[in-house]
């Protein structure tokens, strides 16, 4: 296992620890560089940092699990704290993770320190909203670019969406944007896609995937409620429908060099961390699609975090509401800043966010 802290000048440390099979330094390291950049864009007094653990936990008893939690905070104790580094859930951790890590170093600390974790359980001194908070940042931050769109995108009144992922960011972000009147025509997960092109109806295809653990076929209604179950096609398809809005919100590296070309969508908001390939992004940016990228379009979890970050060190606590409203703000804000720097510099969204987030922690190093 490791933990990487990258840079910590704008505040302390800041990052989730993975637990991943095929887990390498070379990737902690890269990933922590990318939170310095996010904590630095979404105005957060956060540096980056991030940690892993080489395992498979689904093939974990839930005992082993808490062990290696355990272990893994034994063994960074000295190196993290609710002001030094604070660690959140990433891929293959969650709510229970972070509650076993927060109760170890909590016994190593001789006190209850639950400012020292984010993304903990609600019971455990968890944020209302935080759940919910990277999909939610996303909606807003779309929302936000579609109020200044440049009219060559061409985007319909009601935009047409697919989304690739139906995990936590992807069935959130399913949920507000059809909730606010887009139409998401297609969803997908590890096991396939499915594709309904009046609008798939995500309230009840997202309530019975909580009861069953997957998204089928049978489980799949338009919003008009017609009754024709939706139908099937790959994951692949997914990325080339005809769609004016394209959102990756599972895996990296899933817009390539190979796919970039047939994608049809005019905007890919990124909510999966690193989607879009070097290459793909190169293609995309010739074709004219716009690609709002990681650190700013799926920034509302680091921006949730920080909120729960502060009600554990008041001890006070918000209601989802309020969590979210505060959410709204920070996107807004991020978005602007964004968007002022692809003015002022020229350049594209995921250059202008960096030239941002970049400049920010360099002057403050200054
Ligand atoms: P998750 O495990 O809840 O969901 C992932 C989803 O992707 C699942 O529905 C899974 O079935 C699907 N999937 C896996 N392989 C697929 C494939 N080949 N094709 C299509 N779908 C596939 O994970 P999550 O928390 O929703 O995270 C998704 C992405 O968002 C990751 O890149 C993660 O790093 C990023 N992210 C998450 C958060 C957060 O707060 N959860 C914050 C920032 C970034």
Redesign the pocket.
């Known amino acids: 296992g490791w933990r990487v802290q990258h840079n910590n000048v704008l505040g302390p440390y800041k990052g989730g620890i993975r637990f991943h099979p095929a887990s390498n330094l070379d990737e902690v390291k890269a990933l922590a560089a990318l939170m310095t950049w996010k904590t630095s864009l979404m105005g957060l007094p956060y540096g980056g940092a991030k940690g892993a653990v080489r395992v498979n936990p689904h093939e974990l008893s839930e005992r082993e699990l808490e062990a290696v939690s355990r272990a893994y905070i034994r063994a960074v104790k000295d190196h993290i704290g609710p002001d030094r580094d604070i660690p959140a859930p990433?891929?293959g951790t969650n709510a229970q993770v972070m509650d076993w890590m927060a109760d170890e170093y909590g016994k190593l600390t001789v006190k209850p320190e639950p400012a020292a974790f984010t993304g903990k359980s609600i019971e455990k001194g968890g944020s209302q909203g935080r759940e919910p908070?990277?999909g939610f940042g996303g909606f807003v931050v779309l929302r936000e670019f579609l109020k200044i769109q440049d009219t060559r995108y061409k985007i319909r009144d009601t935009p047409i969406i697919a989304i690739?992922?139906?995990?936590?960011?992807?069935s959130y972000i399913a949920k507000y944007l059809s909730k606010d009147g887009f139409r998401v025509v297609a969803v997908?997960?590890?096991?396939g896609a499915l594709y309904e092109p009046e609008g798939i109806n995500i309230e009840k295809l997202a309530h019975e995937k909580e009861m069953r653990g997957i998204i089928d076929r049978g489980l799949c209604y338009a919003v008009s409620g017609h009754g024709r179950p939706c139908q099937t096609f790959s994951?692949e398809d997914l990325l080339t429908l005809p769609v004016d809005i394209l959102i990756p919100?599972?895996?990296?590296g899933?817009i390539t060099g190979k796919n970039a070309a047939g994608i049809r969508a005019k905007v890919v908001l990124e909510?999966?961390?690193g989607?879009v390939t070097p290459e793909a992004d190169t293609i995309l940016e010739k074709r004219g699609v716009a690609v709002i990228p990681?650190i700013l379009a799926?920034g509302g979890?680091v921006v949730g975090s920080y909120f729960e970050w502060i009600q554990s060190l008041d001890q006070k606590y918000w209601s989802e509401e309020v969590v979210l409203g505060k959410i709204e703000e920070k996107m807004k804000e991020a978005f602007a800043r964004v968007a002022e720097a692809k003015k002022e510099y020229n350049v594209n969204w995921r250059e202008a966010a960096y030239v941002y987030a970049i400049n920010r922690v360099a002057n403050s190093m200054i």
């Open positions: 990433d891929v908070a990277t690739q992922g139906f995990g936590n960011v992807g997908s997960d590890s096991k994951n919100a599972a895996l990296e899933v909510m999966a961390n989607p990681d799926n979890g």
